[in-house]
């Protein structure tokens, strides 16, 4: 859109933020922008101080990396789930899609990021640290890797496993009911229940 076309400097501002959001084009962005501009006063400053204080009061769980209201995740302070498994994800998305699944029941780790050089992301760069203090203090006997069967996924996998495989834990992967290339998070819950029950050890998908 050009920049003469606007009538106002504030609605230009407005649909350029918008804009910044992924998947939203400027096109999408003045519709949202004029739509909020209809809507009541009081309506469009819950929706501003909802991700006001989304930024501010966020927090990440310290056992497990994932976004939470509190200190601990309710994953992680429920007293039901099995603490024994831990799934390795990349981010909150997957956790929300594992869930949808109601095929596990056991704990979470999110990472962050997956191995991905070319856009600069390194093993330095994914949060290991707090799964492998979780394995050497716990009581884990299974870490399953749920990444996203990709490249960057597999790459990753291979590098946790070689940190972990010096402890007593079986180590998993999610089987290829998910084909390769796909994200987690758009794989259908069946399919993706399918992939969390028939995991396969890892070792014997690096050997195929």
Do not use: W
């Not at 994953?75 to 956790?95: A, F, G, L, M, Y």
């Not at 998070?185 to 890892?202: H, M, Q």
């Amino acid at each position: 859109m050009n920049i003469h076309s606007f009538p106002s400097k504030l609605l230009e501002n407005a649909v350029d933020e918008f804009a910044k959001l992924p998947g939203i084009g400027r096109k999408t962005a003045l519709r949202l922008v004029l739509h909020l501009l209809r809507q009541p006063n009081g309506d469009v400053e819950r929706f501003s101080q909802a991700f006001t204080t989304l930024k501010n009061e966020i927090k990440h769980c310290r056992e497990c990396n994932s976004i939470s209201d509190t200190e601990v995740c309710s994953i992680c302070s429920n007293p039901h789930r099995d603490s024994t498994t831990v799934c390795v994800v990349e981010n909150i998305k997957d956790v929300m899609s594992i869930e949808s699944t109601n095929q596990y029941t056991g704990l979470y780790y999110v990472l962050g990021a997956v191995i991905n050089p070319m856009e600069g992301i390194g093993p330095a760069d994914i949060k290991i640290d707090g799964l492998i203090n979780k394995i050497r203090v716990g009581n884990v006997k299974e870490i399953i890797m749920a990444l996203s069967p990709t490249l960057e996924g597999d790459t990753t996998n291979f590098y946790i496993f070689k940190k972990i495989n010096q402890f007593p834990v079986a180590v998993s992967v999610i089987a290829r009911g998910v084909a390769f290339g796909d994200d987690l998070e758009y794989a259908d819950e069946i399919t993706l229940g399918r992939a969390i029950v028939n995991r396969t050890k890892f070792e014997s998908t690096i050997a195929n």
